[in-house]
């Protein structure tokens, strides 16, 4: 991975074989990063999604490997018990196959680049899990 900083905005490769979620807390890790919004695009060659099924309480997650571009992943970036967590929700296509898959991103890495933005905001919004949901929520502690 390496990036650049502009202001308040982060320039984002993470390269071949990397891990998306992995690299992103590294860098948020390095810099200080609490809290922020996210958005990038490249190739994954392996991913897994889920869905979160409101019966159960838990993700029903699926993982796909091939060739995949990432035609969108967004999301925010905050805290969990002071370390950096990420709500980052993905789209990976590949029109040879006729195939899409989207999904809450679980794990995600890198076949060519991955070209993500990440805009840094001051402040810290604390992830709380939330029994009557089943999902960890926005705690607002100030």
Do not use: W
Not at 65 to 72: H, L, N, R
Not at 120 to 134: C, F, Q
């Amino acid at each position: 991975m390496e990036y650049r900083k502009f202001e308040n905005t982060y320039f984002i490769r993470i390269d071949r074989g990397e891990e998306i979620l992995a690299s992103l807390a590294e860098l948020c890790t390095k810099e200080q990063i609490t809290l922020g919004t996210l958005y990038g695009i490249g190739a994954v060659g392996e991913v897994t999604l889920g869905v979160f099924d409101r019966k159960k309480f838990a993700y029903q997650s699926k993982t796909y490997t091939g060739d995949f571009e990432i035609a969108s992943c967004t999301g925010t970036v905050t805290t969990m018990e002071g370390k950096p967590y990420f709500h980052l929700h993905m789209v990976v296509g590949n029109p040879e196959l006729d195939q899409c898959h989207g999904g809450h991103l679980n794990r995600g890495v890198i076949s060519l680049t991955g070209e993500f933005v990440l805009t840094a905001l001051p402040g810290t919004v604390e992830r709380r899990y939330s029994p009557e949901v089943g999902l960890n929520l926005f705690e607002f502690l100030n």
